[in-house]
């Protein structure tokens, strides 16, 4: 059971790159969810997803952009990368209850030089 | 709105000490609580949950009971190991579908 799988888990991008951060999940959970750790600042919510074909802004969605075309995936853009965009980036699934735990993938560490 | 507080870190003890980790809340209605460690290079995984006043959550010998009168689910641990040593996450659930997460506690436990 892979659970929440993330690729890359390391990436350095110059300032105004793009790339993208992919996430997926084989457990049918309907809701995903991004991530950013920072020291001292938690976890900050990015964008989330109640389901294909929807999705909301967190709390710091500045500068990224999400889809949810599927259930299984859930990538987040980064169409123009900025130095405040250096991070751990996190993405999280579970099933629609709200009683049940966050799966949590192994992380994506971003540097933008 | 929901809102968690944790005691700020790090937490640095020695092996086999007692440990706490306050944590408290505010939230309207009934939320479920949680407890998520986070190991080094790792990402988050649930510790311990509890989803209604008086419930104690139990894993790995950490506890933590859910009070609703103080609005508080701290957790204890009787005897750390050097191997608990990792980022502590107390979270809340109040019935939307996204969480509410304190700031973590590291902690620290020396030989």
């Known amino acids: 059971n892979a659970g929440v799988t993330q690729t890359p888990k390391f990436q350095v991008l110059k300032t105004g790159q793009s790339m993208t951060l992919q996430c997926a999940q084989d457990m049918n959970h309907e809701y995903m969810s991004w991530y950013r750790q920072d020291p001292g600042m938690g976890l900050r919510l990015i964008h989330y997803s109640v389901g294909a074909g929807i999705t909301d802004q967190g709390e710091v969605p500045n500068g990224y952009n999400v889809s949810r075309s599927t259930t299984e995936d859930f990538p987040l853009r980064l169409l123009s990368a900025a130095p405040s965009q250096t991070s751990v980036y996190f993405c999280a699934s579970r099933d629609s209850s709200t009683n049940e735990k966050l799966f949590f993938g192994s992380g994506t560490q971003l540097s933008v030089l | 709105g929901n809102s968690v507080t944790q005691m700020e870190g790090p937490v640095t003890l020695s092996e086999e000490a007692f440990l706490t980790i306050n944590c408290t809340y505010t939230?309207?209605?009934?939320?479920?609580l949680f407890w998520y460690v986070q190991y080094p290079g790792e990402g988050l995984q649930l510790l311990l949950k509890a989803t209604k006043a008086d419930d104690k959550g139990s894993n790995k010998g950490f506890e933590a009971t859910y009070r609703k009168e103080t609005t508080s689910f701290h957790l204890e641990k009787g005897s750390v190991q050097v191997s608990d040593s990792a980022v502590y996450f107390c979270a809340l659930d109040g019935g939307s579908y996204i969480p509410t997460f304190g700031r973590g506690t590291s902690l620290i436990v020396h030989p």
């Open positions: 939230a309207t209605g009934y939320p479920s």
